[in-house]
């Protein structure tokens, strides 16, 4: 099953990503895309998985929230700052903290986790990169879609 895009209102602060949600509740987990910018090279330390280049243009990160789903997509659009630190608890945390890289575009879905992440195509930019607690055997849930005109993850 894909995501039908019934756009919502964003929650957050202003230019926050478009946010796309079902129409019918989702069974069992939640899934969700986050359509990532990244507007120069970056080369992010990504906890203790490594340190990896990030190429500039636009990535998909794939993720699930058993409850809560909207908290945690507001948690990975908003910026850190001084009066609202936030910590680096999951992979896209170290990526998301870097001011080159923005979230665009939010996607739910009510598909498994993995199945949506190995439907993406793209090119895997960081093995491991939120997958230490992949049962289907993914190489990572982020993906390198190719530089920002030639993906649709800013429309």
């Not at 992979?91 to 870097?98: E, N, S, V």
């Not at 009510?110 to 049962?135: I, L, R, Y």
Request: charged share 20%; hydrophobic share 40%.
């Amino acid at each position: 099953m894909g995501a039908r895009a019934a756009p919502i209102s964003p929650q957050g602060e202003p230019g926050a990503a478009t946010v796309a949600a079902d129409t019918a509740p989702a069974p069992g987990p939640t899934t969700y895309r986050l359509h990532i910018r990244v507007a120069a090279l970056l080369t992010v330390t990504v906890g203790r998985l490594g340190t990896f280049a990030f190429p500039a243009g636009d990535y998909v990160y794939t993720g699930s929230a058993r409850r809560n789903l909207e908290a945690r997509v507001a948690r990975h659009c908003r910026r850190a700052t001084a009066e609202r630190p936030k910590p680096l608890r999951w992979h896209i945390d170290y990526l998301l903290a870097r001011p080159e890289a923005a979230v665009v575009r939010v996607e739910r879905l009510c598909a498994d986790e993995c199945a949506a992440n190995q439907a993406m195509g793209g090119t895997v930019p960081a093995p491991g990169f939120g997958a230490s607690d992949c049962a289907a055997g993914c190489i990572s849930h982020l993906r390198y879609l190719g530089p920002g005109e030639a993906s649709p993850a800013g429309r």
